[in-house]
């Protein structure tokens, strides 16, 4: 028997305190390094053994910047980091998610690049509060068409979680979103109107159709694109795995529903019409629907 499933409205935000800045550990403040893939600046394990916790953010401070700059442990990028384009900046920032520290605390860390140089290297607090089950979080500033490129790595620790979910500043429903493994190719792309709920500030994908660890075996990052398409810009805060039993959608009983009902798709066209509670969903193929203003998933 199918199920009808309601997915709920509430928004997991990352909380921060902009103007609350304190250095938490220094790591490098030693002479300014030139920088690049085969010149690297090397932190010991040891340095994070203490004192560094989830939420912090590695600030490397840079000169002559260009191209661009990872973090990287054991020979590959660091869980949680991402593709990070530093040309005219005078600073990187890394917020620490659990498996970063993780990797950290055994491997250490390696700052690479295209070319620039490294004045500091420290681990500071802001007050971001990094979400549970986070695998990246910080802030990702979308004003056009900008692309978060997120490491693979990210997804080393997947334990077949069901959802996806990419938190926003709260803002609107309007903006465009794409996940993808690849460019030019349809059976990379991870989102589409059957398995993507947009809200004003959280986008959740559905991966029950998604073979997560081999869509990444022969790619570097997964890519969420996004554009406000002529809205106001906002922050993209972190991207969260989650299980079934925690993504906030929650089976419901045939009494919620009205005696009578629209079923609407997630492109907002009208598919059923005055249907009851026992046949609302009925002969509809799984996937995402609206009713009475709220979202179901069949399946």
Known sequence: MKKFYLIAATALVAGISANAQETVKTLYDGEAMNVSWSNTLTIPAEKFAEDVKVGDFISIGLENAQDVLEIKANGTWLPGSILTRIDGKDEFRAYITSDMLSTMKEYGMEVCGGGFTLTSVTVMNDGFVMPEGAIWGGFFWVENWNTLELFKTAFDTYKDQRYLEINMEAGYDTYFFKALTKWDDDNAIWS????????????????????VKEALSDVNALMCQFNPEGGNPFNVTSIVLKADSESGIGQIENSELNSANTVYNMQGIAVKTNVDV???????P??????????????
């Open 278 to 284: 026992s046949t609302a969903l009925n002969e509809l």
């Open 192 to 211: 589409n109107d059957a398995n993507t709920v947009k809200e004003a500030n959280k986008v959740t994908l559905d991966l029950k159709d998604i073979n």
């Open 286 to 299: 799984e996937g995402l629907y609206i009713i009475n203003g709220k979202k179901y998933l069949k399946k």
